[in-house]
């Protein structure tokens, strides 16, 4: 007996999107037939398939993938913002990452993005109590991909985390919609306070790799801040600040630094 699926278009179209990449891989490269069977085609929407990988991802000998498969699946049901901030991360990986070629790339290979939707199942589950089940989420997450983001934090959609190695974020910090960070990125403490200590990093954000933002400070939005930085007063919106400590060298350049990932100071100090 046949089964009419409902069409994808009317329904997710950024799902539909990812399942014919997924299906055009295959043709391309036969090997990774069975992880995207595995990761994408054997689901019937986005909350399933990232539910299953991050299941994958984060099992080991201290909690199975069955556990933690039904653990997303809990979140995604319960929270469907969830699915919703993973699909503007997506778009916003695709748009931002020159390397990024598809919507289903990030999840099958990208550990920014992977790493930013177990994050999001563990603030879920900070926020419904189950702290111990998220630091474990938590930990898990630091460990498979060198990425340590307390569940308390609180984080926007459409986040883009490039190359994703070493990223460090606070309890207390807030980082909001369309935020962009490369590598090594720190939004940290400056002590051993426990009230509010780290960093508010306002929408359209472009943060460069390596740089360190300390303290209960506000990065305006849409502002810039140079690789290697380090950042210990407050930015004001769309400024550029650069050095050790930061200073203002510059207006963004752009109204979408975030977007536009241009990370040249264009002469400015």
């Known amino acids: 007996m046949s089964h009419t699926k409902p069409k994808l278009s009317e329904i997710d179209p950024v799902w539909q999107r990812i399942s014919e990449e997924a299906e055009a891989m295959i043709v391309t490269e036969p090997l990774l037939g069975g992880l995207i069977h595995s ?15 991050m299941a994958q991802k984060l099992s080991s000998g201290e909690m199975s993938e069955q556990i933690l498969r039904e653990i997303g699946d809990e979140a995604y049901r319960n929270a469907p913002d969830l699915g919703s901030a993973a699909r503007a991360d997506i778009v916003a990986v695709f748009e931002r990452d020159p390397a990024c070629h598809t919507f289903v790339q990030p999840i099958l290979f990208f550990k920014g993005f992977q790493a930013i939707q177990a994050y999001r199942i563990g603030h879920w589950l900070w926020t419904q109590g189950r702290k111990d089940l998220a630091y474990f989420i938590q930990n898990r997450v630091s460990e498979v991909f060198g990425i340590d983001v307390h569940p308390a934090a609180k984080i926007g959609r459409g986040i883009m985390i490039d190359h994703a190695h ?34 508010k990093i306002e929408n359209g954000v472009l943060i460069g790799a390596g740089a360190k933002v300390l303290g209960n400070i506000t990065v305006g939005h849409c502002s810039r801040i140079a690789a290697g ?6 930015v004001p919106p769309m400024k550029t600040v650069a050095g050790v400590p930061a200073k203002i060298v510059g207006e963004a350049g752009c109204s979408q630094p975030s977007i536009t990932m241009d990370q040249l100071l264009s002469g400015k100090i």
């Open 166 to 199: 070493s990223i460090v974020i606070g309890e207390t910090a807030v980082v909001g919609d369309n935020v962009s960070m490369l590598h090594s990125v720190t939004l940290g403490g400056t002590g051993k306070e426990d009230d509010d200590r780290h960093p």
């Open 229 to 234: 930085s380090v950042v210990l007063e407050a």
């Open 39 to 53: 990761s994408v085609l054997h689901h019937d929407s986005l909350e399933n398939a990232l539910s299953y990988r």
